[in-house]
């Protein structure tokens, strides 16, 4: 079956440092892994993915992530934070090999103060 | 470009009645999938449409049902509705790349 834990409800950095967000998955087959946003009252805003390849992908607003096989990890960070960031970011998995359902985890707020 | 978009925005409606909610899909993109979101809580999967079928379903009731139509809108019908069916629901569309693109949702309060 497929997890993701966010393992942290809410994380708090000063403007201008470095963030990182964390996300563990489970998945029995080849991981498709996404980190997406949300602002208060909208839909979901799709940040980045990993399907193969490089372990570290970049996506939009500076974000990027590492991949890592043997932790099952795909930290989202960011070498300096705006407060313009602050929102509720998920992380979610989909099992490459055949399978269409989309796990989230519970989400992280992320607060950024000036 | 129109981007995924979702109708009505906000519903009320009685224990015990029935609700139907639209989505049409970002263009070019042939799939659609539903999620609840409860309050303070992630997405969950409800079901995935592709070429008017049902692909996968999540742990979700037979009271949620769905339809794809052929110009990939879809529908998210539930019936019997229960106090806890109160959540924001989301369709997200795909197409080939696999990420998935989100409407604004609709926030369904049952009462």
């Known amino acids: 079956a497929q997890s993701v834990a966010q393992p942290e409800d809410q994380v708090n950095v000063a403007e201008g440092n470095p963030l990182t967000v964390k996300c563990t998955y489970s998945v029995s087959g080849n991981p498709y892994l996404f980190w997406y946003v949300q602002y208060p009252n909208r839909g979901l805003q799709f940040l980045l993915k990993?399907?193969?390849?490089?372990?570290l992908v970049k996506g939009s607003y500076g974000f990027e992530a590492e991949f890592n096989k043997s932790q099952t990890s795909f930290h989202l960070k960011k070498p300096s934070a705006l407060v313009s960031d602050s929102a509720l970011y998920f992380c979610a998995v989909r099992d490459g090999t055949g399978g269409f359902k989309t796990i989230f985890g519970a989400g992280t707020r992320l607060f950024v103060k000036a | 470009d129109a981007g995924v978009t979702q109708s009505p925005t906000h519903l009320i409606k009685t224990r015990g009645q029935q609700v139907t909610l639209r989505c049409s899909p970002k263009?070019?993109?042939?799939?659609v999938s539903w999620y609840q979101q409860a309050l303070g809580q992630g997405p969950q999967f409800i079901f995935q449409y592709y070429e008017e079928e049902e692909r996968q379903r999540g742990n979700f009731p037979d009271r949620f049902s769905g339809h794809q139509f052929p110009n990939y809108s879809s529908e998210l019908n539930v019936n019997a509705l229960l106090l806890g069916d109160s959540a924001l629901y989301l369709c997200?569309?795909?197409?080939?790349?696999?990420?998935?693109?989100f409407g604004p949702g609709t926030r369904l309060t049952v009462t």
């Open positions: 997200a569309s795909s197409g080939r790349l696999s990420e998935q693109y």
């Open positions: 990993y399907i193969t390849g490089d372990n």
């Open positions: 263009s070019g993109h042939d799939t």
